[in-house]
């Protein structure tokens, strides 16, 4: 059964930094593409970031000043670096693995920006 776990949220003060993990239980892990979305409160679900098996990185716009997405394929983890983090990035982070007919997704991780 493929997991991904996602792990690092948690409450920061506006301006502040965290860094998302997405441990993968894949074992292709280097071929998916592997993405970060979020979910505000009352919104629906969108992009944030994409790495694909070549470490291209796509960005939502306007992400891409404060946000870095990377990968560690021996480890099979995926990680979302957050800078200068404002109030309007809180909400539930997902971590999304794509190949093919694949097409999976972690539980999530609550990340809070609030003074």
């Known amino acids: 059964q493929v997991q991904l776990v996602e792990s690092g949220g948690g409450l920061v003060e506006p301006g502040g930094s965290l860094t998302l993990s997405c441990a993968a239980s894949l074992s292709r892990f280097s071929l998916y593409d592997m993405a970060w979305h979020r979910q505000a409160p009352g919104k629906q679900r969108e992009f944030v970031a994409n790495v694909d098996r070549s470490n291209i990185t796509i960005y939502a716009d306007g992400l891409e000043s404060r946000f870095t997405i990377s990968k560690d394929d021996a480890k099979k983890t995926v990680y979302l670096r957050m800078n200068s983090l404002k109030p309007e990035d809180t909400g539930v982070y997902y971590c999304?693995?794509?190949?093919?007919?694949?097409?999976?997704w972690g539980q999530g991780t609550q990340v809070t920006v609030s003074s």
């Open positions: 999304n693995a794509r190949l093919r007919r694949d097409n999976f």
